[in-house]
């Protein structure tokens, strides 16, 4: 197999940061710009061209725009738009945030295949993407088009974060640092203005091998290979060589392989993760990202994907990547292509006669079948015309299926067969496989419908040393649901592991606790000689220890807590452009017994977004801790008022109506909440105590009984029902319920 290692060369240029708004140079002492890169490596600079990378944002131009601008227009619901050219300049017509038909100058485009999309200029520095975007696949696969992006979510309101003028649709906070090289996105979080800079407007050298500026250096003065060359190291960690009594290669490991960060830099942008810091270039990625774990609707049970999740999380659950292997393995680091086509990637390290067979695939050579991807990476299309393969590189469970209702490879591709078919073949094909043995998905299913029996099965996947770290990090973060000593006890063992995504699940589990305990727990992990401590978890700790006193701790502790306390408030103005980063430190400074600090920030966080819910809810609370509830009404009034659909803001309001003892207008609320969370039975337990205190148990139990439909055996639902039946005098019921909560 082809090994990714190639030495990097500068040449000494003049480069600087440039900002889409005014295109003016801002300074740059790092980063040097591909140019300057091309001078030395010409061949690599030419595999990159028109890549992925090369064409992930372009300035419109005739050569770039791939959609059609020939007073097209185009409708969908409530949405018109209209593309057009004048002298050279692209527009498009279509309603803002208020629904009023508006001009917009569109400045960029956004990707080539299978979909492209266009950014236009929305003032103070913000860049938005439209969600009608051109399907650049050919006409015969159904291409050459105008579609949007929400075609499966019905009609968008103007004024919803969802529509385009939206926040999850802004340029600069959502999309550029992967889009672009060197960005800064330079967030005004007083003005609401954005300058954001970037180096390179497209996915460039420096944005996986790092500023250039030091390599220049480098190279100027001799470049020694024995020197450190100034780049980030992307080697692959070792060798895959082919053993002849061997059916796969056989890994050796390179001599510094733990301080190749080739995975970590690919992960930095092809993962589904929130930032720490905006200089991650050259940090693991556990020390820069937190990575979202197994949860539901993001991933199914057994770890396949469901939403987008962007392969590294995918990827890190497989067998290849636990054995050595690396993304340049199989893809080609420049153009991005397969190191081979077809099976033959495969085939670089499992042997051809033993796996690219019918023997092995029970397919026709010719028929898609014999293709390893079909069976070991499915697609999932997500953006209506972009498939993409799972990387768990999973064996095929139809068996699964018909236990959890999740999806397999064989009935994707055999939809008119049935799940009961395609495990009888599967066992037919390999009747003495042990990859049929007992699954993750079993027990993070028991956890997410809150199970009785997901409390043994989550405590012993968490301890499992066969396991992928992100799938007992997933276990941990489940049994939050389910506080009891063993659970702690896991909880306690498991902040030693050294992977801080098992850590952090843990912390969630220690944070229950009273603040004194939990300070017992999680004191060592702040003192930063610790082997199994990094930055990141030292910031969560700091996060959950909010309300311990600096004055009261020893010195040396005192100022451990304190630096890492000052690192968290940092990371979360990482994204001061989001409401959810100033609701988080409004909630730390709470802790913390700041109420008007905390106060400002929630305050600040609806300046960002004005229906963030959390928010509302958050502040409506520190209004009621501090005497204010005539403010908690208003501010909850208006969150059902511009959120109606919004469970959280339902229910809130309705607890709040509790505390007033105002019932008639709490159980309605409660019962909106209700109805719109059928798998929060939190939510319905809560309406029931509303219908009870109200007189109105028998309402209670039929409320009870139909949520215990949707989330069989949660404890919580059974152990009120047996409480409400006793009130009711019904024997038989109370003994029924009993029995399902011995179980």
């Known amino acids: 197999m082809q090994i990714f290692s190639i030495t990097i060369l500068f040449f000494l240029s003049s480069f600087a940061p440039h900002s889409f708004a005014n295109n003016d140079p801002v300074p740059s002492e790092k980063f040097i710009g591909k140019a300057a890169c091309a001078n030395c490596h010409q061949q690599q600079f030419n595999d990159w061209k028109n890549s992925h990378h090369d064409l992930a944002m372009q300035p419109v131009n005739k050569n770039t725009v791939l959609g059609d601008f020939d007073q097209t227009k185009f409708s969908f619901h409530n949405t018109t738009a209209e593309f057009y050219r004048q002298n050279e300049q692209y527009f498009v017509k279509t309603q803002n945030k208020k629904g009023v038909l508006t001009e917009y100058k569109i400045l960029y485009t956004f990707g080539f295949t299978p979909l492209q999309q266009y950014l236009v200029d929305f003032g103070q520095g913000r860049l938005q993407a439209l969600s009608i975007a051109w399907d650049s696949r050919p006409k015969t696969e159904g291409g050459q088009r105008w579609y949007h992006l929400q075609a499966d979510q019905g009609e968008i309101p103007f004024d919803d974060m969802l529509h385009w003028t939206g926040s999850y649709f802004n340029w600069n906070s959502r999309c550029a640092e992967c889009h672009s090289t060197g960005f800064e996105k330079n967030f005004d979080d007083e003005k609401l203005i954005y300058n954001s800079t970037w180096t390179d407007i497209d996915v460039a050298c420096e944005s996986c091998h790092g500023a250039g500026k030091d390599h220049q250096m480098w190279a100027k003065n001799g470049a020694s290979i024995k020197q450190n060359n100034g780049l980030i190291n992307l080697a692959p960690k070792g060798l895959w060589q082919i053993i002849p009594d061997r059916n796969t290669a056989q890994f050796t490991p390179n001599k510094d392989h733990e301080k190749s960060l080739q995975l970590d830099t690919c992960a930095h942008c092809h993962s589904r993760r929130s930032a720490l810091t905006e200089n991650y270039l050259g940090k693991k990625f556990d020390e820069s990202h937190h990575l979202q774990l197994l949860d539901e609707n993001i991933y199914h049970s057994d770890g396949q994907i469901q939403d987008e999740d962007y392969v590294y999380g995918s990827f890190i659950q497989s067998k290849m990547y636990h054995e050595g292997v690396v993304c340049s393995n199989c893809h080609e680091p420049h153009s991005l292509k397969l190191r081979a086509p077809d099976n033959a990637v495969c085939t670089q390290c499992h042997k051809r006669e033993v796996f690219d067979t019918p023997k092995h695939h029970q397919h026709d050579i010719t028929n898609t079948g014999a293709q390893c991807v079909n069976c070991h990476m499915p697609e999932t299309t997500y953006m209506s015309v972009d498939p993409r393969r799972d990387h768990s590189l999973r064996i095929p469970r139809p068996d699964l299926s018909k236990k959890l209702g999740l999806p397999n490879a064989c009935n994707t591709c055999h939809q008119e067969q049935s799940i009961d078919w395609a495990v009888k073949k599967v066992e037919s094909w390999y009747p003495t496989s042990q990859k049929r043995m007992t699954h993750f998905a079993k027990t993070l299913y028991a956890g997410r419908k809150q199970w009785a029996?997901?409390?043994?099965?989550?405590?012993?996947?968490?301890?499992?040393?066969?396991?992928?770290?992100?799938?007992?990090?997933?276990?941990?973060?489940?049994?939050?649901?389910?506080?009891?000593?063993?659970?702690?006890?896991?909880?306690?063992?498991?902040?030693?592991?050294?992977?801080?995504?098992?850590?952090?699940?843990?912390?969630?589990?220690?944070?229950?606790?009273?603040?004194?305990?939990?300070?017992?727990?999680?004191?060592?992990?702040?003192?930063?000689?610790?082997?199994?401590?990094?930055?990141?978890?030292?910031?969560?700790?700091?996060?959950?220890?909010?309300?311990?006193?600096?004055?009261?701790?020893?010195?040396?502790?005192?100022?451990?807590?304190?630096?890492?306390?000052?690192?968290?408030?940092?990371?979360?103005?990482?994204?001061?452009?989001?409401?959810?980063?100033?609701?988080?430190?409004?909630?730390?400074?709470?802790?913390?017994?700041?109420?008007?600090?905390?106060?400002?920030?929630?305050?600040?966080?609806?300046?960002?977004?004005?229906?963030?819910?959390?928010?509302m809810v958050n502040l409506a609370d520190l209004y009621r801790q501090t005497g204010k509830d005539s403010q908690a009404t208003v501010l909850l009034f208006n969150a059902v008022k511009v959120m109606p659909e919004n469970a959280m803001a339902q229910f809130a309001l309705g607890l709040q109506q509790v505390r007033q003892k105002n019932m008639i207008v709490a159980i309605k609320h409660l019962q909106i909440a209700a109805g719109l969370s059928p798998n929060l039975p939190y939510y319905h337990y809560v309406y029931a105590v509303a219908l009870d205190t109200n007189n109105e148990t028998k309402k209670a139990v039929v409320v009870l009984e139909n949520s215990l439909r949707v989330n069989p055996n949660d404890q919580q639902l059974i152990s009120s029902l047996i409480s409400y039946y006793q009130k009711l005098g019904d024997i038989k019921k109370v003994q029924f319920y009993m029995a399902q909560y011995q179980q």
Not at 509 to 524: D, F, G, V
């Open 453 to 615: 029996t997901g409390h043994d099965l989550l405590n012993k996947l968490a301890h499992d040393t066969t396991q992928a770290s992100i799938v007992k990090a997933s276990a941990l973060s489940l049994l939050t649901q389910y506080p009891t000593q063993e659970t702690l006890n896991t909880a306690i063992a498991s902040l030693k592991n050294t992977d801080s995504k098992i850590q952090r699940s843990a912390l969630g589990i220690i944070e229950m606790l009273p603040t004194e305990q939990a300070y017992q727990h999680l004191a060592s992990l702040l003192d930063t000689s610790n082997s199994y401590s990094n930055k990141a978890i030292r910031m969560e700790v700091a996060r959950v220890l909010a309300a311990v006193p600096l004055e009261q701790l020893p010195k040396v502790q005192a100022q451990q807590l304190a630096n890492a306390q000052n690192n968290y408030i940092i990371s979360q103005l990482v994204n001061n452009d989001t409401a959810n980063s100033h609701q988080n430190l409004a909630l730390f400074y709470a802790k913390q017994g700041q109420i008007s600090k905390a106060e400002q920030l929630y305050k600040k966080a609806l300046s960002i977004n004005t229906k963030f819910v959390p928010a």
